[in-house]
């Protein structure tokens, strides 16, 4: 497989919006599991949100109702609209990417495939 690639990330202040995106070329062309993890400094890798091929989400309980996954088959894309964001949403976020054979869920155990991630400052 071709390299995830994410893109997007920045600064931006408390309250603000961002949306990231991920080119995950071969990824989305059968079934599959595509999610966003973010790493924080001293923290543990987390699982932020999830897609599989039919459109099925998961989100983690601290961006519910202020993150939103999407993606577009065709164009092989991920993303992840932020809104609302806060300091503590800080992080190195990164797209995933799994078969889906094995279900999806916000476990590293889903995914297989990981990009080098973009930065998200919130200040």
């Known amino acids: 497989h071709v390299q995830l690639v994410e893109s997007g990330g920045g600064s931006v202040q408390a309250g603000g919006s961002l949306t990231l995106s991920c080119e995950a070329p071969?990824?989305?062309?059968?079934?599959?599991?595509m999610g966003w993890f973010r790493q924080a400094p001293e923290k543990q890798r987390e699982g932020v949100a999830a897609?599989?091929?039919?459109?099925?989400?998961s989100y983690a309980d601290s961006v519910k109702g202020r993150f939103t996954i999407s993606q577009d088959n065709t164009k092989n894309r991920l993303y992840l609209r932020m809104d609302n964001l806060k300091t503590e949403d800080t992080a190195m976020y990164c797209c995933?990417?799994?078969?889906?054979?094995?279900?999806?869920?916000?476990?590293?155990?889903?995914?297989?495939?990981w990009g080098q991630g973009t930065q998200v400052t919130v200040s």
């Open positions: 897609i599989d091929r039919d459109g099925i989400t």
């Open positions: 995933a990417a799994g078969s889906g054979y094995v279900g999806c869920e916000l476990e590293r155990e889903y995914f297989t495939h």
């Open positions: 071969g990824y989305m062309d059968r079934n599959y599991c």
